[in-house]
């Protein structure tokens, strides 16, 4: 997967590195390679994928693997998947939702301070 995934970015580098966003680009590509290599593996060990593979899907799984196990920040991981920072946050509050299912996300958002008025 690895060398054709090479191969292709050799023969569309011209055209990538001159786009707006390259490593966007060069995502597009990854994407449906890294699918395919997940379908074939599942297909021949099993289901053995993570918890966070097996619970979410496509942009929700990519984007909490790039934020979360690779330390990229939301604008990095916007950058790299050439996305908008604000299409990324709703994309980690729906996987975060997800993973953690409705009471155990509400049991861990911290409370907001209330403002005192003034008297």
Not at 36 to 41: D, I, R, T
Not at 62 to 77: C, G, K, N, Q
């Amino acid at each position: 997967m690895v060398d054709s995934l090479l191969r292709a970015l050799v023969d569309e580098w011209p055209r990538i590195i001159t786009s707006d966003r390259p490593a966007s680009e060069a995502w597009k590509m990854l994407v449906p390679r890294v699918a395919a290599a997940v379908g074939e593996g599942q297909r021949a060990h099993g289901d053995r994928r993570d918890t966070v593979h097996r619970t979410l899907e496509g942009l929700e799984a990519d984007v909490f693997v790039l934020r979360y196990r690779m330390s990229l920040s939301p604008a990095e991981t916007a950058d790299l998947m050439g996305l908008e920072v604000p299409e990324v946050t709703v994309a980690l509050r729906r996987g975060m939702s997800a993973l953690l299912g409705p009471r155990e996300l509400i049991r861990r958002t911290p409370a907001r301070p209330t403002r005192r008025q003034s008297t």
